[in-house]
């Protein structure tokens, strides 16, 4: 079992009707001024967005607004974004939306409390020595960014989608009323909720000795989203499985997944982040996409944890051969993907990418042959190329 | 399911040898002068205490000490701390300990930061408006105060044990190295245990329709400490037993448990806190002595809770009568304590309370008939003296 910190400092407010204390909330932050950051018309239309101004005017907040965050959030928004702030004398920043929102509200937060470009962050060029404070009102289950420290981010400079980690980006507050997420499309919902199974999945492929308690823990979470999951698509409304996903999404990525591990293999969410940038697709439809062939290019890394996977959370019955075990598990976790109507291949995602396309993503992913990826086994830009190619379906 | 606010600020630093951070962890709350707090002369004679003054040194932090807290913490010892860190000009506290020594940081805490007498707190006269910033360097897995809310103290003037509960006692980091706990004899560690499986246990007894990740959570939190307090009985100095067990000891108790439920049912716990207030037992023992005695008085309201706690935790074959699985399984937990040599009834306990007595603890626990408690089944004074009395042996 290895060494971990454990830090989640974000107060949750959990249930029906808790976005009217959004108010209250921000106020016990003693802060002068509120940026309100979200993205498209949906919350204008909701009336969620009034709601909120509602009950910052009721508690006496003075904000301003910028809306336009797209899925795969933009780093040009990100700069318009801090110059309004700095313009504006803004000390807070409260993200109404999902993971784009919220990632967006961190970027533009660096910016304004550190010197510089704040892309320097995201290309690991320098450390952050602090963030405006973020609160988050959330729309969408999936990116659990609401609790985590990270924020992904990408630059239309060259469609590079990089991630940046850090305690001081975690919010000070997460309102999370799983009704708001009632009205989302069922391709999103499905998304969303293999966002959340990969960010545990993440964590739990890896290569230490682990923890049980971590184990039964991830093993639980993501058994539980699939099964909400399988509900939601025909029974959208079911404020239950919607809670249950919310909550799974942020315990999913706030930390307490990887407690004990190495901090996991996270190959598939690096593989996923450059189609995405590439192709600006969903991003837990990405995952899902990916996720087998990379599976079936590292099992032989680590078979007794792919069969302890295929036992404990897929449910296969355990075999004699260890190494079968572990395929029928991959093969039920696709299964359940298709079941969910998300792609288990690029092709399916609805962009088909040429050979060069497939080399230009490896290379984006190696960081141009800088770097390796993954733990379970380290993937270099040729093992990166082959899973894309095995993954094009 | 329930609303809910999840609060857990406590930065967790966990593993071998973290107690040498100490120092630094001190140094980022930019304060200037500790008490260091702790109980007995064991963290002297194991040199934990020379090795905190070192690293405190090393940070350049000034410190002063305060020792003797006992099991059941003391009023007494609390008034004493407020004073000196008065006088000293004390603005942050480091309990070095278990559950007691933090508890009584906690109360020394509210004590220094408000105006007044600290035990109007505990009484539930006012509320806290502030409290000294706490760390923790823990030595027992039991309590989980170091991510907890939760105080608990006793006023040697009528031997009253009470518990006041605020966010703003939460620690501001833990320092959690099992290998710590590993010198800690037999029944400390049993009890400890019992404490732990008991605090997921008082909220999964509840009455309302539950959330099923924080069930799935709590059911595998409960099987991981019977399991590894099994293993501990016979290799005290297994280092992934201790880290699992101090671990789900945190968790347990830090709120997760409890997400979307009604809070619990909380009745042993009352139950026991007058048998500590008033024959000062181990607390994980007093709970173990009660809780038989308990379940089988409220079973009736709840069976087919008490029935999946006996197929999901206790692992009994699920039964064609509800009520039979259910009472399976208490007596499934009962086995349980037996097994790791922790008392089933007060007797085993090593007292042998008169009829009066159980009167008095009855009495007490009902705050004078001013309270019922729990929420399986609502109990007044009249029922708290026959669970004692059940629970005689």
């Known amino acids: 079992m290895e060494n971990f910190n454990y830090y989640t400092p974000t107060k949750v407010v959990f249930g029906r009707g808790t976005e009217e204390q959004v108010g209250e909330l921000v106020r016990e932050q003693e802060c002068k001024k509120v940026l309100v950051h979200y993205g498209s018309g949906s919350v204008k239309r909701s009336g969620l967005l009034d709601r909120i101004y509602g009950?910052?005017?009721?508690a006496g907040i003075e904000y301003i607004?910028?809306?336009g965050v797209v899925p795969n959030p933009r780093l040009s928004l990100v700069y318009e974004g801090i110059r309004i702030c700095k313009e504006e004398g803004v000390d807070f920043i409260l993200a109404v939306g999902g993971g784009s929102v919220i990632d967006s509200a961190k970027a533009i937060g660096y910016g304004v409390a550190n010197e510089g470009d704040v892309w320097d962050f995201y290309e690991k060029k320098r450390?952050?020595?602090?963030?405006?404070?973020?609160g988050v009102v959330l729309t969408i289950s999936a990116a659990g960014s609401e609790m985590s420290d990270s924020s992904v981010i990408t630059n239309e400079d060259g469609w590079l989608k990089r991630g940046y980690s850090s305690d001081l980006g975690r919010a000070r507050f997460a309102v999370m009323d799983p009704e708001l997420t009632m009205t989302l499309p069922k391709y999103q919902t499905a998304s969303g909720c293999t966002d959340i199974m990969m960010h545990t999945m993440e964590r739990y492929f890896n290569q230490v000795e682990n923890m049980e308690l971590t184990d039964g823990i991830s093993e639980h979470l993501i058994r539980t989203v699939m099964k909400n999951a399988r509900i939601l698509m025909d029974h959208?409304?079911?404020?239950?499985?919607r809670a249950e996903v919310m909550w799974a999404g942020s315990l999913s990525h706030n930390g307490l997944t990887g407690c004990g591990t190495d901090g996991g293999d996270w190959a598939s969410h690096q593989l996923e982040h450059?189609?995405?940038?590439?192709?600006?697709?969903?991003?837990?439809?990405?995952?899902a996409a990916v996720w087998g062939s990379w599976a079936r290019y590292v099992v032989d890394a680590r078979p007794e944890r792919f069969a302890q996977f295929?036992?404990?959370v897929m449910g296969v019955e355990k075999g004699t051969d260890e190494m079968e075990t572990a395929l029928r598990g991959i093969e039920a976790m696709e299964d359940f993907y298709r079941s969910v109507e998300m792609p288990v291949n690029i092709r399916e995602l609805g962009v088909d990418p040429t050979d060069e396309q497939l080399h230009e993503l490896a290379e984006k992913c190696s960081h141009f042959r800088k770097r390796t990826i993954g733990c379970v086994k380290k993937l270099d830009v040729d093992d990166m190329y082959r899973i894309y190619k095995n993954a094009l379906g």
Do not use: R, T, W
């Open 55 to 58: 009950s910052l005017d009721a």
């Open 65 to 67: 607004s910028l809306g």
């Open 127 to 134: 450390q952050a020595k602090a963030c405006l404070p973020i």
């Open 236 to 241: 959208p409304d079911d404020y239950n499985a």
């Open 274 to 287: 450059e189609l995405g940038g590439m192709f600006d697709v969903a991003h837990g439809a990405g995952l």
């Open 310 to 312: 295929a036992v404990n």
